[in-house]
């Protein structure tokens, strides 16, 4: 599902490594949208599971989150929007961008 996304998103937050050493800065999971609690202010949080077992993850989003539908780059409002009348929940895809460091989302990006 999506595999072009995801490995697009790959290349891009792992790149090659410059040196011996690679120090992972980011994670990409894949949920449906189902299992995405979305945030409901730009300053919130949201929630997903990356796998039918796994317990929920919370993360904070921040100003500088990008927020997408179908790869096109939205404002937070139409984002919210665009989700919360989305029909068909389990069979979308989204992509939560993880920044691990800071444990913020980067960006989410919803396959309408």
């Known amino acids: 599902m999506n595999i072009r996304k995801i490995l697009s998103v790959a290349v891009i937050v792992f790149g090659f490594a410059v040196s011996a050493q690679a120090q992972i800065v980011s994670q990409a999971h894949e949920v449906m949208l189902s299992d995405l609690r979305t945030p409901s202010s730009a300053s919130g949080t949201v929630a997903f599971r990356a796998c039918d077992e796994c ?3 919370v993360v904070r989003v921040t100003a500088s989150t990008r927020y997408s ?4 780059v939205v404002r937070f409002a139409d984002f ?3 989700v919360a ?11 939560v961008l993880h920044h691990l460091e800071s444990d913020t989302v980067e960006a989410i990006d919803v396959s309408l």
Not at 69 to 72: L, P, Q, V, W
Not at 88 to 93: C, I, S, Y
Request: aromatic share 0%.
């Open 55 to 57: 317990e929920h993850t």
């Open 69 to 72: 539908i179908n790869g096109k």
């Open 80 to 82: 919210s929007k665009a």
């Open 85 to 95: 009348t989305a029909s068909n929940r389990d069979d979308v895809a989204a992509l």
